[in-house]
């Protein structure tokens, strides 16, 4: 079984069963598709309704170990700094976060419990999300470096001027708390950039939010190709 969570314009991505999943961390409602290939995750809810800060992050990859996924692509809309074009696919290849910490370990009870994040995502399954791209025929580009914000609001220009000198090329509001809270569950985790907005700043004109959602939800097919060739 695949894990996949998606957020902004992805939020019904998938039909199938709603499973209820309870975890320590609050309950989860996950969709499993036919045959259970796939337990999806709406990060956003179904009607789009919790912000990035109140994400439930800790239970919805509890909710996924529980049901004993391979592996979780994760999808997320992010905004350009630079080198990408809207509409694009990126494979997200590291991150930059310097806020408060999502953890599953409040008392460090091991040394290993400082997760190790070289690399930041799993090689093992950006490869195979390569490879079905490529079998799917969708165009997914390497090499993105995503700064990762709290939200809900958007970043100013100097913020944006920043995350670039820090070798940053896209930003978004979701990426690091899944990569960090998977890693310290064991769980091979991906994640796929859709680029919807060039970020403040880069442009003349500033993103608004359901521009973000349109062109997101735009590029939903080409995301639902990769993860059907992936979950074969
Ligand atoms: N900034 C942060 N998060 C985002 C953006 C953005 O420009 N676009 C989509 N998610």
Redesign the pocket.
């Known amino acids: 079984m695949l894990g996949v969570i998606a957020g902004?314009g992805l939020e019904n991505f998938f039909k199938g069963i709603e499973a209820p999943i309870k975890t320590d961390y609050g309950s989860v409602h996950a969709i499993l598709t036919k045959g259970d290939k796939i337990a999806f995750i709406s990060r956003h809810g179904f009607a789009h309704d919790v912000p990035p800060h109140k994400i439930n992050h800790k239970a919805h990859f509890a909710a996924l170990k529980k049901l004993g996924v391979s592996g979780i692509l994760g999808f997320?809309?992010?905004?350009a700094i630079s080198k990408y074009s809207i509409g694009d696919l990126v494979l997200l290849e590291d991150f930059i976060d310097f806020r408060a910490p999502q953890t599953f370990f409040d008392k460090l009870e091991s040394i290993n419990q400082h997760a190790w994040m070289v690399p930041p995502f799993s090689k093992t399954l950006q490869n195979k999300v390569f490879a079905a791209a490529g079998k799917a025929k969708v165009v997914l580009k390497k090499g993105g470096v995503v700064a990762v914000?709290a939200?809900p609001r958007?970043?100013t220009p100097a913020e944006i001027k920043a995350f670039a000198k820090l070798g940053a090329n896209l930003?978004?509001?979701t990426t690091s708390p899944e990569a960090t809270l998977s890693r310290e569950l064991g769980l091979e985790y991906a994640a796929i950039a859709v680029v919807?907005?060039h970020?403040?700043g880069v442009k003349r004109f500033a993103?608004s939010g359901a521009g973000?959602a349109a062109v997101a939800a735009a590029q939903a097919h080409k995301a639902a190709k990769i993860v059907a060739e992936l979950s074969k």
């Open positions: 902004t997320s809309a992010c905004g914000t939200g958007l970043e930003v978004g509001m919807s907005n970020a403040a993103p973000i």
